[in-house]
Each structure stands twice: as C-alpha cells, then as structure tokens.
C-alpha cells in the first residue's frame, strides 16, 4: 500500500519528468521508502498517512468509507467503485431520505445514508432551508407539510421534483408519479399559504380546518389534509424510477438493472470492467453491461461509427465501435438497455480500450445448457462427440456467439462450467435439437431467467 501510495504522490508532484522510470521499484529500508530524486522526509509523512488512513478503513469501516463518498462526490466514477467497496464489505448505501439525510454521506444504524449535497438540483441554500424546518418542528409528515414549512424561495419546483425522483420522500409515500402529480398542485398552494402568512391574513383552507392563529408557527392537526391532491395513478415502472435516480444521482441506489444477473453473468463474463486494464491486448471479453451513452462519429471517409460509455456493477468505461460493426448493430445500441457485449481489448497511447464487436440485448441471450454425468465429464470418447457437435454448429465464428453451459450433476452437488469461446454456436434451438439427438440432455436457458 506503501508503494502505490508514493507511487501515485510522484505522479502528482510531475516526479517522473526529472528522471524517475514509471516502472522505478521502491525500496523499504529503516522504515523509509528509498528512491532517486524523492526526498525521504516526504515518504515518511506518506507513508504514515497511508498506514492512519489503512488502519480506520480496517477498524471504522462505515465511517471511513462515508467520508471518503463524500470527498469525491464530484467524481461519479470514484464514487462508483466506492459504492462497489461498500458491498464487497457488507455496507449498504441507502437513497437519500428528507426526514434523515444530512448534507453529506453520513453513517447510520450500520449504513450509509446519502446526503443532499449529491442529489443534482439541489443547491446549499435548498439544504439549509430543509434542514432548518426539520430541526425546528420535527420530522415531515407530508408533502403538504414539508412544502408548507421550508422556504420555497430556495426550493423551488426543480429541486422538489429531483428530491421526489431521487427517492428522498419513498418513506412518507412510496408512488412517486403519484408525488409528482401532487407537487403541481401542492406547491402553489403552499406558496399561497406562505403569501397569507406573510400579509397577516388568513388562508381558506386554514378557516376550513381551523387552523387559522395568530401564532405562525402554529399548525392544526388537519390543516395538511385540505391539501389539494391529484387524481390517483400508477407509480413509475422500476425501470423508469432507476433511470431518474442514474440522472439525478450519478448512480443507481435503490437498485441496479443488473443485480437480477448477478448470479449467471460471471459464467460468461470471468473479469469486470474495472479488470479491463489488466487484460492483454488482443484478448477476447465478454461482458453484461448497461448502455449510459452513445456517442456517434463520423469518420474522414463519410463512415459512421460511435463511441459508446458502459457500466457494469463494478464501474464505467468506453467502448468503440468502429463502422462496420456499427452498421450491422446500431438498432440496438438504444440508450439504457442491458446488453451482452463481444470484443477486445486495445491499448493506444497508454489507454486502455474495449473495442466492441457484436452486441445483443440480454433478453434475447440464449445459452445452451448441456448436462452431464461425472462419468461422460471423464471420458474423452463422449467429450470428444460433444466438441464435434458444437464444432459444427460453430462453423461461422461472427455468427457464432451463444454461449454453450455444461452442467455437470453429481448425487450430492451440481457444477456449472462455461466451455470456451471456440464453442460458442450459432443457432441454440438446432444445436440443442443436435444434442439430444446424441443422447446428450440439454435445453435452452435465457440469461435473464425467463
């Protein structure tokens, strides 16, 4: 940890220009990281940084890792792994939550709860204002109520709506179209309210419910249900609610498009994104991603092709897609789809590059899953049938790309093992028909489950 940690302060103080090789091996001796041109009193201060900073990640993990969301909160891509960190050690991120969020990333009850300061639209006198109201009179009630207590000159409608989105109000009411419908009509009455109040004068609603007082602070229990509310309607589609959280967040938080793949993915995809630089060039990936971006270009000759931005549950990263792939896939290069990708690793001027090949939305994805015994498993006679006839139905390898699952079944377990890039097929429906026929068990599986 030493090592990377000085390696990466040299990079910062521009080091390397003075002589340094980037590939320099560093040297511990007496307690001090010996190197060219590196004074040493630096290493020490470093050094013990990196030891403070390893021992509260080891023995204060919730609020280690809440401080370190919230000093990169500005780096979407940081805060991603960061993300990824916190479930690799069991710590859960909860969305934000208008009656317990602070301004920042804050541990609680075992989690880490997420702060409005990295809720888009949400600007520093907005947060001030709500939680002012909330110290002051205690948690929200309502929509009504919280519209009628904060200051609307600092939240506006904007920042209603994104803190309705992003899931801020999910505990006081759960359908957030609903919420949204709601805010149309809530926030002007409360804004009526706060002009009546400002006049001295009596609002409507507060007569009817008699909860008109001298006292401005004063509320009547039912003052909030003479609120105006719109007509009852379904809430936003999961999908549609996760696609407002990547917008307004950065991220997903609630939940991911591919969690539900967790399981069956690493049978096809052994590495993740963020192993993308530790991959040789020219190796072959596969990997199940969301689609956040596509970017087209157009190439000196007139040819089009595009450069697209990709996220696993790891991290984000860049695909390109060179012209006569694109041609041939761009109809379902659609924004915010589950795509099962094909490429290869290249790197150009130290960047590492996917360059993507063939793509395919995950719920079109056929696997073959073939079974077999542990004997069939150890006897090459049978291996070598099943190799033919994957072999044959294998014969055009652009076209050839469903992966092939062997299953193999014992008394007391059962095994998955994905058999190479060689045998993927062309069609699963005839190689599975071919399969059978040779007495191997075997059927089709989509990726998604269904």
Not at 1 to 19: E, F
Not at 175 to 196: F, G, H, P, T
Not at 393 to 398: G, L
Request: net charge neutral.
């Amino acid at each position: 940890m030493i090592k990377i940690a000085t390696r990466k302060y040299l990079a910062k103080q521009n080091v390397y220009d003075i002589g340094v090789e980037r590939d320099h091996n560093f040297t511990i001796k007496n307690g001090l990281i010996a190197a060219n041109c590196f004074n040493k009193s630096h290493s020490t201060a470093y050094g013990y940084v990196t030891y403070q900073t390893a021992y509260l990640k080891a023995n204060y993990p919730l609020e280690y890792m809440a401080a370190l969301l919230t000093a990169n909160s500005g780096d979407t891509d940081k805060v991603q792994r960061y993300i990824t960190n916190c479930t690799n050690m069991g710590i859960s991120i909860d969305p934000p939550d208008i009656n317990r969020s602070g301004v920042d990333f804050t541990p609680t009850a075992g989690k880490i709860l997420f702060g409005f300061s990295a809720v888009r639209n949400v600007g520093q006198n907005a947060i001030a204002c709500i939680l002012e109201a909330r110290n002051e009179t205690g948690e929200f009630k309502s929509l009504a109520d919280f519209c009628d207590r904060v200051d609307l000159r600092a939240v506006n409608r904007r920042t209603l709506e994104s803190l309705i989105y992003c899931g801020a109000f999910d505990k006081i009411e759960s359908n957030r179209q609903q919420l949204i419908n709601d805010s149309e009509l809530v926030y002007d009455w409360a804004q009526s309210r706060a002009k009546d109040r400002a006049s001295g004068q009596g609002n409507l609603f507060d007569l009817l419910g008699d909860g008109f007082s001298a006292t401005q602070n004063k509320r009547a229990s039912n003052a909030f249900e003479t609120a105006p509310k719109s007509k009852p309607i379904m809430d936003f589609t999961p999908q549609e609610k996760l696609q407002k959280e990547k917008e307004l967040l950065g991220f997903y938080v609630s939940d991911h498009p591919l969690k539900s793949l967790r399981q069956i993915a690493p049978l096809l995809t052994p590495i993740n994104l963020s192993q993308l630089a530790d991959q040789r060039e020219e190796t072959r990936l596969c990997a199940v991603v969301m689609l956040n971006n596509v970017k087209k270009v157009v190439t000196k000759k007139g040819d089009q092709m595009a450069i697209l931005q990709i996220e696993d549950l790891t991290t984000q990263s860049e695909a390109v897609v060179f012209p006569k792939t694109y041609e041939r896939i761009s109809s379902i290069l659609q924004v915010d789809t589950r795509l099962i990708i094909w490429g290869k690793v290249d790197r150009r001027d130290e960047q590492t590059q996917f360059i993507l090949e063939d793509a395919e939305p995950v719920e079109t994805v056929q696997m073959v899953m073939v079974e077999l015994n542990p004997q069939q498993a150890g006897n090459m006679e049978d291996l070598h049938r099943l190799k033919t006839i994957l072999q044959d139905h294998s014969v055009d390898k652009e076209k050839a790309k469903m992966p092939v699952i062997g299953i193999i079944q014992t008394e007391t377990s059962r095994k998955l093992v994905r058999l190479g890039w060689q045998f993927c097929v062309q069609d699963s429906r005839i190689t599975v028909q071919a399969l059978q026929n040779a007495s191997f068990p075997a059927h089709i599986k989509s990726l998604t489950g269904s």
